[in-house]
């Protein structure tokens, strides 16, 4: 059911509209200004708002800019009379989708709300797929949820976030996540390892230099963070920073502006800062290597990724992509797994993560000589024990002890099975003891041909 609301200082004409509106599948609620406007945004989630012109402005505060940063997801039509034309104007360059002119009716109103459902409709089936896409490729276990649902807070805020986790876990991925959900997704997403860059050169790569401020320097040049004006900026590896780099970070990050190496100018960036790095910066700050005022701007909120073998139940969405990735990238038509490489790659402990297991399909997909990849197509320190340290199953009392060595989707089928039958087929709790939605369950049952427990 779309909700929608409307909010306008003349009360009859609140009281007229909501008397007698009658758009099927909708709940319209009512705002009489722009506090209660601000208040409501921060209560309930609504799909479309009906918003006198008058209305948008609170005490010097934007309210589109307020709702988008709240609510990304609401769309805005301003209603304006011929008097407040130029205001309707500029509420569209600020974000809102349209605008309408009184005197209005109540059929003009649900004629501009029916004309705005598909495109409503469109973007929530689009944010259902991806939140299926988050939980193949991340995970949806307790750990990966819990991560999600924070990520879906803080996303749409300006608020700088810190990434931490091993190496591979897909910290820049998760950092692409926020923006892609924030209202800054159309705008520049700027990613850099900082220790890939020689130390001489930090400064001048992030913040830019001026013509002649060091040799080389033959013309005025931007840094990363202008870039990112207006978008995001992703600090990889933002640990091994230098300390003077350090000290311009903070400073960017306390007021939002910078200064290129040799200049006197300082300029005024909006862009939302997203570190990571797989250094433990709270003992950097204590033997002096990293600042700690820096450490606590950056931490604002913290998202820890878990190691891969900690997420098990992503392995066989992220193979499935990977291989999928690797034949367009190759033109090849590799469909899947021998027995033996499926179970080599489930029991494989990855300490690369994420990272490695890509390396490992792609070259795999590559020396595939039919449509299953091989034990022997795999890298060398997949194919034998004695490669790696490979990880143990616990014995399950469901299976004999030479049946716990699985194939992927096989330990995802029979783990999804015990628990219901542990829950007596309670669907719902299942889910909960799974770690995931009730609609992900249904979803995974019906992929495995299990109709007859998917409603």
Known sequence: MLQILLTD???????GVLENWTLPDSELSEAGGPDQFAEM???????LAFVDVSCLWRDGMDLISFARRRRPELEIVALADSESLPEARAALERGACQYLVKPLTVRE?????????????????????ETHVLEDLLGNGPAMQKILRMVRKIAPTTSTVLITGESGTGKE??????????PRCDAPFVAVNCGAIPETLVESELFGARKGAYTGAAADRKGLFEEADGGTLFLDEVGELPPPAQVKLLRFLQNREVRR????ETRTIDARVLAATNMDLQKAVVEGRFREDLFFRLNVFHLQLPPLRERPEAMPHLVRFFVRKWNQVHGRQVLGFAPDAEEAI?????????????????????????????LADLPETLQSPTGATFLALPPSREVAEDETLLTLSELERRHILRVLSAVHDNQSEAAHRLGISRSTLWRKLREMGMEEKAP
């Open 9 to 15: 200082r003349d009360q009859d004409f609140r009281r």
């Open 41 to 47: 945004l921060e209560a309930r989630a609504f799909d």
């Open 109 to 129: 109103l649900m004629d501009a709300a029916r004309r705005r459902t598909g495109q409503i409709l469109s973007t929530r089936a689009h944010r259902g797929l």
């Open 173 to 182: 991925f998760l950092a692409n996540v926020v923006h892609r959900l924030s």
């Open 261 to 264: 190496v040799g200049d006197s």
């Open 346 to 374: 489930m029991h494989y402990p990855w300490p690369g993560n994420v990272r490695e297991l890509e390396n490992a399909i792609e070259h795999a997909v590559v020396l595939c000589e039919g449509d299953k990849i091989r």
